[in-house]
């Protein structure tokens, strides 16, 4: 149980479009869901935090209008990147909590954009 | 703040070698702490958790045994595999928010297994 999953796994986009990226909790209720960002050898860091129909929590530095974050359910959270740049290219992770065990976190495989 | 401060790799051995990879992390309370691997073009699993002094977190022939005193979660597994060539986070948990607790991940230490 509690898996993640991410989709799509690749993209490839232009500069200046959008793009959407999904997460999903498939077996279990996510209250919690998180959005990390990790750059090529380095580790993840932490842009955003959202809880199902509230707004997120954005990390100092994250751009708010940048990256759009929307958890319309409690099995769907969604990253957009808007006016997408070459520097946005990185690879994006979530990570999703339930209910009554806050403390752990189960990860998706990721989603690797890159913009030309 | 919150953070953990991990052995910088890369780190290269040969199979059944004998791995340590360690790991410091402040001590902010008493945070549950993790080890989670990331293999090539994947997301992170979770290796092994512990969540209060003296735990030991075991899985897949590695361990950690979390260390109050010295404010330690050292990764070590007995004889390593090619198989277990990936990139190691260690993680602790702190900085509440929205009543949920954040990961916060050391840089990573990238093992390579020679066979």
């Given amino acids: ?116 | 703040g919150d953070s953990v401060t991990q052995m910088e790799g890369p780190v290269t051995l040969s199979e059944e070698a004998f791995l340590t990879i360690n790991c410091t992390y402040t001590a902010t309370g008493y945070p549950s702490l993790f080890w989670y691997v990331q293999y090539p073009g994947e997301g992170l699993q979770l290796l092994l958790k512990a969540t209060k002094a003296d735990d030991k977190g075991s899985n897949k022939g590695f361990e950690a045994t979390y260390r109050k005193e010295t404010t330690s979660f050292h990764l070590e597994k007995g004889s390593v595999q090619v198989s277990d060539s990936a990139v190691y986070f260690c993680a602790r948990l702190g900085s509440f928010n929205f009543g949920n607790e954040k990961l916060t991940f050391g840089t990573g230490t990238r093992l390579t297994i020679i066979p």
């Fill in chain 1, 1 to 116: 149980g509690a898996v993640v999953s991410q989709h799509p796994s690749r993209v490839i986009c232009k500069s200046g479009t959008s793009v959407k990226i999904e997460c999903r909790s498939l077996d279990f209720q996510a209250t919690t869901m998180f959005w990390y960002r990790q750059f090529p050898k380095q580790s993840l860091m932490l842009m955003a935090t959202s809880n199902e129909g509230s707004k997120a929590t954005y990390e100092q530095g994250v751009e708010k209008d940048k990256f759009l974050i929307n958890h319309a359910s409690l099995t769907l959270s969604t990253l957009t990147v808007t006016s997408a740049h070459p520097e946005d290219s990185s690879f994006y992770i979530c990570s999703a909590t339930r209910a009554g065990n806050s403390y752990e976190q189960y990860f998706g495989p990721g989603t690797r954009l890159t913009v030309t």
